[in-house]
């Protein structure tokens, strides 16, 4: 049977983190692949300084191009552009496309949305759908998660790194370096594209 992961976000951009996690959760629970699903319109969050999203979607195959279990897909971006776009949907939809074949879909999330997850359309319906598997985030506790659904998923021990998207794009307006904290292919394009410079 394979075994797929499913590693949603905005990726507004990709970073090293995201990177390191995905390989990380991939090696520990023996993912034959991490498709890195870029949202459109994120239900969740602002969409203030949010680059388009093919712009994202190119940053992340820049990212991932040396990594053969590594893989972009554009089915969120497909879908949502009018409207926002909902895991439990993708979900659905990744099913729809292995129909013919034996696969067990695994959601990669991080503690911060399993405490919101009540607030996600069918949350429930995502467990029928997938194996969901919560990593640790810096300054978010399993003390904080007060919905039942703490009980349905697996605890992935992750890296614990402090690199976050808005501090790359805080960096890039006070025109600060970057380096290593995006891959090189990506910090060359964001400077060539002047990305991030004005939010």
């Known amino acids: 049977m394979k075994r797929i992961g ?14 390191i996690i ?9 993912l034959d692949k991490v498709l890195f699903i870029p949202y459109a319109k994120p239900p969740h969050k602002e969409h203030d300084g949010l680059a388009d999203a093919e712009t994202r979607l190119h940053m992340i195959n820049l990212a991932i191009s040396d990594n053969p279990f590594f893989e972009a897909s554009d089915m969120e971006i497909k879908r949502g552009k009018n409207s926002v776009t909902y895991t439990v949907d993708t979900l659905m939809e ?3 496309q292995y129909k013919n074949e034996q696969v067990k879909l695994y959601l990669i999330i991080g503690i911060d949305n399993l405490i919101d997850l009540h ?10 759908l997938s194996e969901v598997l919560v990593l640790n985030r810096p300054g978010y506790l399993i003390q904080n998660v007060q919905n039942d659904f703490g009980r349905q998923v697996v605890f992935v021990p992750a890296p614990n790194l402090d690199i976050s998207a808005t501090d790359i794009r805080f960096k890039l307006k006070e025109n600060k370096s970057i380096k290593y904290l995006v891959p090189k292919a ?10 991030y410079i004005q939010e």
């Not at 607030?119 to 029928?128: A, R």
């Open 6 to 19: 499913v590693f949603g976000g905005a990726f507004n951009p990709v970073h090293t983190a995201h990177l």
């Open 22 to 30: 995905a390989e990380d959760v991939r090696q520990q629970m023996h």
């Open 94 to 96: 990744l099913r729809e």
């Open 119 to 128: 607030t996600w359309k069918d949350p429930g319906k995502l467990f029928l």
């Open 186 to 195: 990506v910090e060359e394009f964001i400077k060539n594209n002047k990305l």
